[in-house]
């Protein structure tokens, strides 16, 4: 049941994701869906750790509601100009 909570609010551009942006190499990683922010930021440092031990510097981490188009944008991918997120319209 929670898996099909998450895909609803996934869909919807509701549910929560951790974006990673790296300076060395230049990409943006997305990690997700989750449920809530809470989930989201209890997974946040073994994503951290991952992208550190593969070499990646200058690391800035955000829990965010979004859609990522693509999980990883990257510059010699020649995606990151292009952003990787559907926009999320909100009732605010």
Same mark, same amino acid.
């Given at each position: 049941?929670? #898996?099909?909570?998450?895909?609803?609010?996934?869909?919807?551009?509701? $549910?929560?994701?951790? #974006? =990673?942006? @790296?300076? $060395?190499?230049?990409?943006?990683?997305?990690?997700?869906?989750?449920? @809530? !922010? #809470?989930? !989201?930021?209890? $997974?946040?440092?073994?994503?951290?750790?991952?992208?550190?031990?593969?070499? $990646?510097? /200058?690391? *800035?981490? &955000?829990?965010? *509601?979004?859609?990522?188009? @693509?999980? @990883? =944008? !990257?510059?010699?991918? /020649?995606?990151?100009?292009?952003?990787?997120?559907?926009? =999320?319209? &909100?009732?605010?």
């Amino acid at each position: 049941m929670k #898996e099909f909570l998450i895909s609803l609010l996934n869909f919807f551009g509701l $549910a929560w994701w951790v #974006e =990673v942006k @790296t300076s $060395a190499p230049r990409c943006i990683y997305y990690f997700g869906p989750f449920l @809530t !922010a #809470e989930e !989201a930021e209890a $997974a946040k440092a073994g994503y951290v750790e991952d992208i550190e031990n593969e070499g $990646a510097e /200058g690391l *800035r981490v &955000s829990i965010q *509601r979004c859609k990522p188009l @693509t999980l @990883t =944008v !990257a510059d010699d991918l /020649g995606k990151l100009s292009e952003g990787g997120l559907l926009p =999320v319209l &909100s009732g605010q």
